[in-house]
């Protein structure tokens, strides 16, 4: 049996700092998914689902997956906002978790230990939230312009 060879290649896709948002985003959206699946939380499972399906389609420059993924980082940008925002207002919280746990000897070194890995894991995902917002808003504004646009493709008919 011939094999069967194309007779015009492709052409080699140049560098695009926009595509490394994409695998970025199907990166942390495998990993919400894992722990959405662990913990049970279905609805959020669906959303993390659709946001990597969004994702591989727009890795493979498919069409459809560019407004898809358009729409979902700037819908994500506003979850990290107003999720950030619920976050800052509990800034006060950790003082007054130390305030109650030194007031209490009984507690011990541990329970000081627990707030503190509590308030750097708040820092990091304060942090993290602060990068993303930027990132989405900057990867959505990339795939609608026009020089982005005409490196998709439509689904042959």
Not at 94 to 101: C, E, G, P
Request: aromatic letters at 10%; proline letters at 6%; glycine letters at 6%.
């Amino acid at each position: 049996m011939p094999l069967a060879v194309r007779a015009d290649p492709a052409p080699a896709r140049r560098f695009s700092a926009w595509a490394v948002g994409p695998w970025v985003l199907l990166l942390f959206a495998a990993l919400g998914f894992v722990q959405y699946l662990r913990h049970a939380e279905y609805i959020y499972l669906a959303a993390t689902l659709l946001v990597i399906v969004a994702c591989a389609g727009c890795i493979l420059r498919q069409a459809w997956a560019r407004p898809a993924l358009q729409v979902l980082a700037v819908l994500l940008a506003v979850w990290a906002l107003a999720s950030g925002v619920l976050m800052l207002q509990q800034w006060g919280d950790f003082d007054t978790a130390r305030q109650h746990a030194l007031a209490q000897p009984q507690l011990g070194e541990v329970a000081l230990w627990m707030i503190a890995r509590a308030e750097r894991t708040w820092q990091v995902g304060l942090a993290l939230k602060a990068a993303a917002i930027p990132l989405l808003l900057w990867l959505a504004w990339q795939l609608g312009r026009p020089t982005v646009r005409v490196q998709f493709r439509s689904r042959p008919r």
